[in-house]
């Protein structure tokens, strides 16, 4: 504005009309730029947030499923040891955790998806990173999960021949625990992280609760075990673990101990009460908020790829 005229009363009359449209147009495309953006942002936040409602995880599970159609499980691996497994374990569960929400007759669909991605971890690619060589096969991590897994499927519907191979599986995962000397046992060669052995048992307990119970006693000897090696300084279970006493070989982390505490709540509440006290204490918080055990980015992560501390190098893993 000058002279206290509007801007307009500059342009030629002539060629006021074109200015018009030529302000219009400016307007129309910040609002259109303005509600692109905003309705990115918000689908965006439809994948991205965590959903609460079963509508909204649906949408988030179709988005996963083509995904994983496209190959996102071994694009995954490449940056993550457990990248494959992973994004099909959790995408199993969640279909599991789906179904128990509705009544058993209008489970189909979350069954037919479970199954899916359960086939896909018995599968080659799902086992690749693994040793067939340790005890037991596969490792703890593989076998645990993949029990844990078949377990959701049977909550979901029955099916004799997955009951058939969760009952086998279950019983050589039990031997492995009552042989041997600790409670953590190796889920790669020579390595032992606590979170993995604590889904296993967590499966043991699913069994337990599905079908006649076999596995109190190696639940019971597998929990005193665990609490004679808790780490000194949180009174938590360790990250890691040594393979041939199951000494505390690194502290708890924020990282494994979150899975931890959701899992050892289904084998014993009381124990699980007392961690999510221990991991919530001032005394374990520092001046910027953080647990002390709350991961640090490794060399690798920082580089793009993401590892904890001893285990596999992804790239190496797909190599086997």
């Known amino acids: 504005m000058a002279g206290g005229k ?3 009363e500059r342009v030629p009359k002539l060629l006021r009309p074109l200015a018009t449209i030529a302000a219009v147009k400016r307007v129309l495309g910040i609002v259109l730029v303005v509600a692109i953006s905003a309705a990115a942002a918000v689908g965006a936040l439809r994948l991205t947030v965590p959903a609460d409602n079963p509508a909204d995880v649906r949408r988030q599970l179709a988005f996963l499923r083509h995904a ?9 691996q490449a940056n993550f040891p457990e990248g494959y497994y992973f994004l099909y374990a959790l995408y199993g569960l969640t279909e599991v955790q789906l179904g128990l929400g509705k009544p058993p007759t209008d489970r189909a669909d979350e069954v037919r998806e479970a199954k899916w991605a359960l086939e896909r971890l018995d599968g080659d690619e799902g086992r690749a990173p693994f040793d067939p060589g340790l ?7 593989y076998r645990g999960w993949t029990n844990w897994l078949r377990g959701g499927v049977l909550s979901l519907a029955p099916d004799p021949a997955q009951t058939a191979r969760f009952e086998t599986d279950s019983a050589e995962i039990a031997a492995a625990f009552d042989g041997s000397d600790t409670p953590f046992l190796p ?9 993995d052995s604590t889904v296993a048992i967590a499966s043991l307990r699913l069994h337990d ?7 109190s006693a190696t639940v019971a000897r597998w929990l005193a075990g665990a609490r004679q090696r808790l780490d000194p300084a949180t009174g938590l279970l360790p990250h890691r673990a040594d393979l041939a006493t199951g000494a505390p070989l690194e502290g708890a982390r924020g ?38 055990g709350f991961p640090r980015p490794s060399p690798q992560s ?14 190496r893993a797909l190599a086997r």
């Open 6 to 8: 509007p801007h307009l």
């Open 68 to 76: 994983l159609d496209q190959g996102a499980g071994s694009d995954a």
């Open 135 to 141: 005890k037991p096969a596969y490792g703890v991590f």
């Open 187 to 195: 889920a790669y060669a020579g390595q032992a992280w606590p979170v």
């Open 209 to 215: 609760a599905l079908l006649p119970g076999r596995y």
């Open 255 to 292: 990282s494994s101990q979150s899975m931890i505490l959701r899992f050892l709540v289904d084998i014993d509440p009381a124990f699980a009460r007392a961690g999510r006290r221990a991991k919530r204490a001032p005394e374990l918080v520092n001046l910027a908020g953080r647990s002390p």
């Open 302 to 315: 920082r580089a793009g790829r993401h590892t904890w501390p001893g285990r596999p190098d992804p790239a």
